[in-house]
């Protein structure tokens, strides 16, 4: 069901700088801004970035995002250990009468 | 500061009709441009959304759901409903409410509820 793909996993030890990538379409990415949302383990999913590159307050600045076209990506550099999650990229789609979706998902792992 | 919560039963059987309640508090769904949103996440899997309601009732849902969901909205409540009708045990998933958040045209769920684990099973 997920229109935006991600890697499904990836992983750093601490203090390494880890990369996620989200490729969408000219109707979702390319059209409108993309969203990332932490998933700690067993918790409701957090807003990490919002407007392509904004971190809402109390989000580090080790958090970065930013988008390219239709591609869109979130660093993270200084990986800790509560980085541990998963995370979601996501974006508003104009198709059809207008619809919200969700990456694939990817889990980074804290080696 | 805003926060939501979900309730509804958490065992549902196959064909049944499922409803659930979001009830939230430190906004108002009668305030230009708010939204309220429902997202799912089947055990192990990725997020999908479902169905976005504005504060003009305006309403927005999954094109691959739309004919089985309803979003209503209750503002003197402070509480937005969804219905999906012809349960599967494929919908057995944890379904979240979410604040619409906007600006200059962008959207995005901040904060989320925490979730309520919904099993469909005979």
């Known amino acids: 069901q997920s229109v935006l793909t991600q890697p499904p996993s990836a992983s750093g030890t601490p203090g390494q700088r880890v990369t996620i990538s989200c490729s969408g379409s000219s109707s979702n990415i390319g059209s409108n801004t993309v969203n990332w949302y932490q998933q700690l383990p067993g918790t409701a999913p957090k807003l990490l970035i919002y407007s392509n590159n904004q971190r809402p307050s109390g989000v580090p600045d080790r958090f970065s995002g930013s988008k390219s076209g239709t591609s869109a990506s979130l660093a993270i550099s200084g990986l800790q250990s509560e980085d541990e999650a998963d995370y979601y990229c996501?974006?508003?789609?104009?198709?059809?009468?207008?619809?919200?979706?969700f990456g694939t998902g990817t889990k980074v792992t804290v080696l | 500061q805003i926060t939501l919560k979900e309730s509804g039963p958490t065992l549902v059987k196959p064909t049944q009709t499922l409803t659930l309640t979001c009830t939230f508090s430190?906004?108002?769904?009668?305030?230009?441009?708010?939204?309220v949103g429902w997202i799912r996440q089947p055990p192990g899997k990725a997020l999908e959304w479902l169905a976005l309601i504005y504060w003009n009732d305006d309403k927005r849902y999954s094109p691959s759901l739309k004919s089985r969901l309803t979003i209503t909205k209750d503002t003197s409540k402070n509480q937005v409903v969804l219905t999906m009708t012809n349960m599967d045990p494929v919908d057995t998933a944890t379904y979240y409410c979410?604040?619409?958040?906007?600006?200059?045209?962008?959207?995005?769920?901040?904060?989320w509820g925490q979730g309520t684990l919904v099993t469909v099973s005979s």
């Open positions: 979410a604040h619409r958040s906007y600006s200059s045209g962008s959207t995005w769920f901040d904060p």
């Open positions: 430190g906004f108002s769904l009668s305030t230009s441009g708010v939204g």
């Open positions: 996501a974006a508003w789609d104009d198709s059809l009468n207008g619809l919200y979706v």
